[in-house]
């Protein structure tokens, strides 16, 4: 497609689930990348893929927290065992090698419930 | 940490130009200063960037003091669907490469009216 695709675009959960929040990036871009925006909040960096690994992680806040992209393109954030705090808009992105312009897909509303 | 600060919320006239101000006074000399823009319940779009001259594209135009401590994004004809939280954002990655993440801090609010 055109643009990063993010599905759900809403996602209700009840305390405690596990849930999967999907990324597709534009073709082409080796670059992926997870950031959460609570509200009020600017975007929070969670964590950055160059090709099929996180080349940075730093910013998943712990270990319910777990992120995949294992042929280089499609990506799943994983939270296990989620809690109210959690929810929050995710947002996913995607840039070329250069990392001029990335571009950001809409994002998944998590509720946590 | 963001590394620069911006007004809270600005106000703007529909067809004139919209100045937002940024100050980012640590920025090293391989730090680029980016903005990128919120439309409510969208993703952040980027709008333009630079080093340490000013640039200028089909959105904006950026302009970056000499002493690179702070810049200044301008909308030349502001419209309604430039209301928007604009961020001011220096790269901070430390290998000086362009990629990795981003340190968006609160932005300013921009309100277009008519």
């Known amino acids: 497609g055109a643009g990063v695709s993010q599905t759900p675009s809403n996602k209700v959960t009840e305390k405690g689930k596990y849930v999967e929040l999907r990324c597709d990036p534009i073709?082409?871009?080796?670059?992926l990348y997870w950031y959460r925006q609570s509200l009020g909040q600017g975007p929070e960096f969670l964590i950055y893929?160059?090709?099929?690994?996180?080349?940075?992680d730093s910013g998943l806040p712990n270990d319910r927290f777990f992120a995949v992209r294992p042929e280089g393109s499609v990506s799943t954030l994983k939270i296990q065992r989620t809690e109210r705090g959690d929810s929050a808009v995710y947002l996913c992105a995607s840039s070329a090698s250069d990392g001029y312009g990335y571009t950001f897909g809409s994002g998944t509303r998590l509720t946590v419930v | 940490d963001a590394k620069t600060t911006q007004p809270t919320s600005m106000d703007c006239a529909e067809g004139r130009a919209a100045n937002l101000p940024c100050n980012h006074s640590t920025i090293s000399g391989n730090e680029y200063v980016y903005w990128y823009r919120q439309i409510h319940s969208q993703g952040p779009q980027y709008i333009i960037h630079?080093?340490?001259n000013n640039e200028t594209n089909e959105m904006a135009s950026l302009i970056i003091t000499e002493d690179r401590k702070s810049s200044t994004l301008i909308l030349p004809h502001a419209t309604l669907r430039d209301t928007a939280v604009y961020y001011c954002i220096v790269r901070t990655d430390s290998r000086g490469s362009t990629l990795g993440r981003l340190y968006f801090g609160r932005g300013t609010q921009l309100t277009v009216w008519p």
């Open positions: 630079g080093l340490k």
């Open positions: 893929f160059q090709g099929t690994g996180a080349a940075d």
């Open positions: 073709s082409g871009h080796t670059a």
